[in-house]
């Protein structure tokens, strides 16, 4: 077979011809595969958004106040009414009080759905959603908005969940602020592993027992309101007496369990003690046949579930009940100068004397 041979010139014009030909996809094709970008949110969808973001929207339990620990208020165009009202107990809003201004983009609240015409009415170029548990109905809502909906999620713990960090990441990787992210999330691990190192040695027969009531769950409690497994108590080791039930998250236990359990120390959410102080007064036989109550080992909690957790709180109420069970551990930690620490790092402003003027601050609790 004879070869063909080709010249220089011959294969330079064909290259040249490949180039063209490879250059024909049209120019609004190739602007819109180069100003867009994919993620993956936390239930798995893939989402494609367009750069650059500019407009943002956060809707559902915790959503914006995730947002804000990354990109504070920029950019965010819209908030749900429950925002609006009263803001005390979620420094996000004590922060960021302009919030407050923007226009209404829904109802807001776990029992209420989005409302995706006054969410259009606003233009965001995405939404993050903490609202929907399964794929169908983010897809239903991003279908209806036909804007790019990013699910995010707090996990199943107070502090240092996972999901927590991995939601960090996405909202940073959307905004361009991945640094900022990764700080964020550096700063949380590190309170995690001095917490861990300040308590991992002792040994049980030298921890006190403790109990943590009137922890809110979907609104206020008394005493009886509590939790397994407490992940703040978790984080330094402590002894939860709730922990002999084997149940975690939160439960209602009967308050006779209580005093057969009789803690050495016991911390009051204060969201919930004007219910206890109210309890007391009804029933004061009760809170005298507890030691601790007879002791004054009565502390305080700085409550930290407002739709859904404050990071920031939960991190400074974990130091302080460190400070409480542990003193000799934590001799070198002022809790409300480690609270304002952390209120500085994640929403960048130090916020403790209006938590503590809004609910009491970090103390002994007395009865009545």
């Keep these: 077979m004879r070869k063909i041979k080709l010249s220089p010139l011959f ?25 867009s970008f994919m993620v993956t949110d936390m239930l798995g969808r893939q989402v494609t958004l367009k750069k650059p973001v500019e407009r943002v929207v956060a809707i559902g339990p915790g959503a914006l106040r995730l947002y804000c620990y990354i990109n504070g208020i920029d950019k965010v165009v819209g908030v749900e009414q429950l925002e609006k009202n009263n803001p005390t107990g ?11 201004s923007l226009p209404v983009i829904g109802p807001g609240g776990p029992n209420n759905a989005p409302d995706p015409e006054k969410i259009v009415a606003v233009k965001p170029d995405v939404i993050f959603t903490t609202y ?86 979907r609104g206020a409690h008394g005493i009886e309101s509590t939790q397994g497994k407490y992940s703040l108590l978790e984080a330094i080791h402590a002894k939860n007496v709730v922990d002999e039930t084997g149940k975690t998250g939160s439960i209602m236990i009967d308050k ?7 803690p050495d120390i016991i911390f009051i959410d204060l969201a919930g003690y004007s219910i206890v102080q109210d309890d007391y007064q009804k029933n004061p036989a009760f809170y005298k046949a507890l030691s ?10 700085l409550p930290y579930n ?28 002022d809790p409300e100068k480690k609270a304002d620490e ?3 790092h994640l929403l960048g402003k130090p916020l403790y004397a209006q938590m503590a003027k809004d609910f009491g601050g970090f103390k002994k609790l007395t009865l009545p």
């Design 306 to 333: 407002f739709y859904t957790t404050n990071i920031d709180t939960a991190l400074a109420d974990a130091y302080y009940l460190g400070k409480v069970i542990y003193p000799r551990q934590f001799e070198d930690v």
């Design 11 to 35: 294969i330079t014009l064909l290259l040249a011809a490949v180039l063209v030909l490879g250059g024909c996809v049209p120019k609004g094709e190739q602007d819109k595969a180069a100003n």
């Design 90 to 100: 979620r420094p996000y809003l004590l922060a960021y009080p302009s919030l407050t």
């Design 256 to 262: 006779e369990k209580l005093i057969q359990w009789n």
């Design 132 to 217: 929907n548990a399964d794929k169908a109905s983010v897809d239903a809502l991003q279908g209806k908005t036909g804007i790019p909906v990013v699910a995010l999620s707090y996990g199943k713990v107070s502090a240092f969940d996972p999901a927590v960090y991995s939601s960090l990441k996405l909202i940073g990787e959307i905004m361009g602020q991945e640094k900022k992210a990764q700080e964020l999330i550096g700063y949380m691990e590190k309170c995690k592993e001095d917490l861990n190192n300040r308590t991992k040695d002792i040994p049980d027969n030298k921890k006190p027992t403790v109990y943590v009531g009137a922890l809110g769950a």
């Design 342 to 344: 952390i209120y500085q």
């Design 292 to 301: 601790a109550v007879r002791k004054g080992e009565l502390y305080s909690q």
